[in-house]
């Protein structure tokens, strides 16, 4: 159990890091076409890693008969991934973190549907987390709130997604929900950037300019495929195997500490005395969900 949340520490750490890796890829790619290489890079190194184990397929238990499979797993992770990306053309990569880790409550709350019981101080630490949010974001700024609202309806799905894996956990093995939902996840953003650049420039699609972009954005690619998504996801998905859905939010949400520190060292982002309150709130938040 205890090396279940070290993995989810490390993950957390790779994730935090990562929305430096996402604000860079933007810089020189469009959201849907970094998606697309990173989750592609990531399904090939899983696809390897699956080859060298030469682990037999895993199927669903016999009896039971399951609602959602890893393709569902894959369009879930598609549809937040896209919206935190997008979002970050917007907003820093400090500020995407902390709203990213608020589904630390949204998990819970989506858990109500799965009949997981809600506890009276996660209400408690939800308001402190929208509190410390208040202060580490400045809503005066249009497009930076239109970032911010992105990212954050991107956290709804990445709390669904916390819980679909739970849901998985019992009846496929890790590599196989890793390599369909990256997969999925690759192929969906494909078709979307085909569709993006299809109507802003098609000639770019053929353009000696993308693959020099490519070229330009190569580590915020290999970051993002090898570690983001090869490697943070698949600890993720064995992790949950052990650890519970909502424990497992809140040790995630630490990435949003991870992703505040890596702005302000990599990307030389202002982290100013409100964003220290709010990350002080945020922290207490995750303190009280724990214990609660």
Known sequence: MFSSYLYLVLTAAIWGFAFVA?????????????NALRFALGALCIGIVALLSKQKQAVPRTGQRLRYSPLSLGLVLFIASSLQQT?????????????????VVM?????????????????????????????????????ASLGNALVLLGAI?????????????????????????????????L????????????????????????GKAAGPIL??????????????????????????????CSEAVFALFGGWLLLGEAVLLPMLIGSALVGLAML???RA
């Open 87 to 103: 979002g970050m053309l917007w907003t820093t990569a400090g500020a995407a973190g902390f709203i990213t880790g608020l589904y």
């Open 157 to 189: 799905f990445w709390a669904l997604h916390v819980q679909l894996v739970d849901k998985l956990r019992q009846s496929y093995d890790t590599l196989e929900l890793a390599f369909t939902q990256y997969a999925v996840t690759a192929a969906l953003s």
């Open 288 to 290: 009280i969900a724990v």
């Open 191 to 214: 078709v979307a950037t085909l569709v993006w650049n299809g109507i802003k420039a098609p000639a770019y699609l053929i353009s000696e300019a993308l693959l020099l972009n490519i």
């Open 22 to 34: 996402q604000r860079m890829g933007n810089a020189h790619l469009d959201p849907f076409l970094y």
């Open 223 to 252: 970051y993002g495929g090898i570690f983001s998504v090869g490697i943070a996801f698949s600890l993720q998905a064995y992790a949950q195997k052990r650890v519970a859905p909502a424990r497992a939010a809140i040790i995630l």
């Open 107 to 143: 998990v819970p709350l989506l858990g109500l549907f799965r009949g997981q019981k809600m506890q009276r101080l996660i209400w408690v630490s939800s308001v402190l987390a929208v509190a410390g949010l208040g202060l580490i974001n400045d809503f005066s700024n249009l497009e």
